[in-house]
T-cell receptor, first 115, second 112 residues
Framework: EAQVTQNPRYLITVTGKKLTVTCSQNMNHEYMSWYRQDPGLGLRQIYYSMNVEVTDKGDVPEGYKVSRKEKRNFPLILESPSPNQTSLYFC??????????????FGEGSRLTVL | AQSVSQHNHHVILSEAASLELGCNYS??????LFWYVQYPGQHLQLLLK??????LVKGIKGFEAEFIKSKFSFNLRKPSVQWSDTAEYFC??????????FGAGTRLFVKA
């Protein structure tokens, strides 16, 4: 089954404790992206990756890091989480985000709470 | 900067009522337009999309949207909503690059 898998789905952590949210897709998509969803703000892009070893900042990259060492994986790293990073995070992938196949496929979401 | 505006943040309808959700974007060039739906507790999934051709596009579950280039709009419609349409709806725009910009979302609640 074609899917985007995120882990963990739920996480409560404390300020400053490094964490990683994993994302994996099995559709051989070149493009992957992270979004955060906050009430009234919709989805805001954090980082995206056009292909292996190619990443770029989205609209809200502060406090986050990413890496793309393999095509299928795109982890989101919070080196020193802060309470303002409490949010619902979605990973998405697409065959090619810049063409007619730019439909995004989303993971189930990871709800993160930073105390 | 490019942006997407959704006119209504919350909409409450009774079953069988007609639905229209507004979406406007700010970009003067070629765009790819999407509506995504997020059912309670679930991830976003594609409802319909427009790339070119007929400006009236049909999606899943009886939804349709009309692209009006002169108005920079891509409104979502459904003639008769059902309780199962209760969800949050997001309009999104891709301008041919690597960024898809989402609106703030519209929460639809359908009363049985």
């Amino acid at each position: 089954e074609a899917q985007v898998t995120q882990n963990p789905r739920y996480l409560i952590t404390v300020t400053g404790k490094k964490l990683t949210v994993t994302c994996s897709q099995n559709m051989n998509h070149e493009y992957m992206s992270w979004y955060r969803q906050d009430p009234g703000l919709g989805l805001r892009q954090i980082y995206y990756s056009m292909n292996v070893e190619v990443t770029d900042k989205g609209d809200v990259p502060e406090g986050y890091k990413v890496s793309r060492k393999e095509k299928r994986n795109f982890p989101l790293i919070l080196e020193s989480p802060s309470p303002n990073q409490t949010s619902l995070y979605f990973c998405a992938s697409s065959l090619d985000a810049g063409t007619s196949t730019g439909e995004l496929f989303f993971g189930e979401g990871s709800r993160l709470t930073v105390l | 900067a490019q942006s997407v505006s959704q006119h209504n943040h919350h909409v409450i309808l009774s079953e069988a009522a007609s639905l229209e959700l507004g979406c406007n974007y700010s970009y003067g060039g070629t765009v790819n337009l999407f509506w995504y739906v997020q059912y309670p507790g679930q991830h976003l999934q594609l409802l319909l999309k427009y790339f070119s051709g007929d400006p009236l596009v049909k999606g899943i579950k009886g939804f349709e949207a009309e692209f009006i280039k002169s108005k920079f709009s891509f409104n979502l419609r459904k003639p008769s909503v059902q309780w199962s349409d209760t969800a949050e709806y997001f309009c999104a725009v891709n301008t041919g690059g690597f960024k898809t910009i989402f609106g703030a979302g519209t929460r639809l609640f359908v009363k049985a």
